[in-house]
Nanobody, 122 residues
Framework: QVQLQESGGGSVQSGGSLKLSCAAS?????MGWFRQAPGKEREGIAA???????AYADSVQGRFTISQDNAKSTFYLQMSSLKPEDSAMYYC???????????????????WGQGTQVTVSS
């Protein structure tokens, strides 16, 4: 079973940047990030597989970048041009069947971490 630990969340002003990290152990063939704001449904953000194929939600395309360091079993989410609506708890997740499913079908993930809070002020 994959174990995941997110870090790197925090508070930033609108237009700023943050980089989230996810330390993973276990099956990391397909990994991703999703977020959930209070009172809202979970939203898939990005996913990546071991071939480096990526998928992004339309809401973050062009602003967020998912990457991986296989040597360190660490995954990252570089977030730029942040907006107040990006404020949410961000979760690293593992074992998606495909990168598209990693963004569109969050129930297919095998597990996720405890989350890290991102707050963007206007």
């Amino acid at each position: 079973q994959v174990q995941l630990q997110e870090s790197g969340g925090g508070s930033v002003q609108s237009g700023g940047s943050l980089k989230l990290s996810c330390a993973a152990s276990g099956d990391t063939r397909c990994m991703g990030w999703f977020r959930q704001a209070p009172g809202k449904e979970r939203e898939g953000i990005a996913a990546i597989d071991t071939d480096g194929i990526r998928a992004y939600a339309d809401s973050v395309q062009g602003r967020f970048t998912i990457s991986q360091d296989n040597a360190k079993s660490t995954f990252y989410l570089q977030m730029s041009s942040l907006k107040p609506e990006d404020s949410a708890m961000y979760y690293c997740a593992a074992d998606c069947p495909s990168v598209v499913a990693g963004v569109e079908s969050l129930d297919d993930y095998g597990g996720w971490g405890q989350g890290t809070q991102v707050t963007v002020s206007s």
